[in-house]
């Protein structure tokens, strides 16, 4: 028998933080028959929330956070500058029931620039943790779906995430290298904002193709030395994701690129976007990272990026860099 929504019952899977990405994560997983609660923290949104998903799967249901006991499985559906923040509250109600906790960000943590994998991990233990990542624009998913790599250090905890995401229009793939997968959606974003400021500034693909490949290489020898293995970035959640966001019109990272390459600031990037924008808050995380972790290490197209986002380098600057390489 169906059961009701919007109990205050314990969902198999959690899924927490209700934009687009929560939104899409929890309606593909409940179709597939498993009660699954997308979890808002706002009051005034979970009424218009469950009016919403009154039209979607039975299986679905809204929870607000702290109400309800957490599913076996917790899906991070949030910015990552704002996980340490919820990842602090959901330690006070972590049971040994939840198997498993699932970071869907692609970004740094604030304050420190730890990746969420890093931090799941340090909370809950690395058993526990998983990241899931692959090109998976949210609006295309109801129609044309997603393939997902799933990524934990436990096989026992990627063979389940990869049953749960196989469902009526999204399937998965497992892998072992969850330092891999995350440092690839990392990268993936920051190229993606680079590659299309520095278009928009400059007007030329050549240039802008450069800056890209530069870019790509400062983060991906550093994620080298944390451990990622180069297949990663070679596949689905590597350069899969990064072309298919690149060309995407609808991208955040794509668009924040074109505001920040075009002369604006971080604030009316994000005053006009409206949604999260990963690479915007690290890019400068980690710059901080990087520089601290390899004090001997130069990442100069980095650290470009990163002062013209922070306002530490006028516009014009930035571009002088660009050009005069
Ligand atoms: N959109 C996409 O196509 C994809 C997104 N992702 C990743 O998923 C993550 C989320 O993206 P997306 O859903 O698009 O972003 P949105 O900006 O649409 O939504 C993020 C949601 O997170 C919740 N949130 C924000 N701050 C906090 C906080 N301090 N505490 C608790 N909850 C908070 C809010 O939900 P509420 O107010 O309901 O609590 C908000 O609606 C990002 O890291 C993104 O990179 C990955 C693949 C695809
Ligand atoms: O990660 C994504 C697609 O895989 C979404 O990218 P944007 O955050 O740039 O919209």
Redesign the pocket.
């Known amino acids: 028998m169906v059961r009701p929504r919007t109990n205050r019952q314990r969902a198999e899977v959690t899924v927490?933080?209700?934009?687009?990405?929560?939104?899409?994560i929890a309606d593909s997983i409940s179709r597939s028959e498993i009660r699954t609660a997308l979890?808002?923290?706002?009051e005034t949104?979970l009424e218009r929330?469950r009016q919403m998903l009154a039209r979607s799967s039975p299986y679905l249901m809204a929870q607000r956070?702290g109400d309800a006991p957490l599913g076996e499985y917790v899906f991070l559906?949030?910015?990552?500058a704002?996980i340490a923040?919820?990842v602090g509250r959901l330690a006070s109600y972590h049971s040994e029931e939840t198997l498993g906790y699932v970071s869907?960000?692609?970004?740094l943590t604030a304050p420190d620039g730890e990746t969420p994998h890093e931090l799941l991990s340090r909370r809950f233990g690395s058993i526990r943790s998983a990241v899931i990542?692959g090109p998976?624009?949210?609006?295309e998913m109801p129609k044309h779906g997603a393939h997902f790599v799933v990524a934990s250090s436990s096989h026992t905890l990627a063979d389940k995430l990869v049953l749960l995401m196989d469902g009526e229009y999204t399937s998965a793939t497992g892998s072992n290298d969850p330092t891999g997968i995350e440092w690839a959606?990392i990268t993936k974003?920051a190229v993606t904002l680079g590659f299309h400021a520095c278009l928009a500034a400059t007007g030329s693909l050549n240039q802008a193709g450069a800056f890209a490949g530069q870019l790509f290489t400062e983060i991906y020898d550093y994620a080298l030395t944390m451990g990622a293995s180069p297949r990663s970035f070679a596949g689905i959640a590597g350069i899969g994701d990064l072309m298919a966001t690149s060309h995407a019109s609808t991208s955040?990272n794509v668009r924040a690129g074109q505001l920040i390459g075009s002369g604006h600031s971080v604030g009316e990037a994000e005053a006009r976007i409206k949604?999260?924008v990963?690479s915007l808050h690290t890019i400068p995380l980690l710059e901080r990272r990087i520089n601290q972790d390899h004090a001997a290490t130069t990442t100069p197209t980095i650290t470009a990026l990163s002062n013209r986002i922070v306002g530490n380098l006028a516009h014009e600057q930035w571009i002088a860099s660009l050009t005069s390489r």
């Open positions: 927490i933080g209700a934009g687009t990405f929560g939104h899409a979890v808002t923290r706002s949104r929330i956070l559906a949030l910015p990552s704002d923040e919820v869907l960000s692609k970004g990542s998976s624009l949210a609006d959606g974003n955040r949604q999260v990963e």
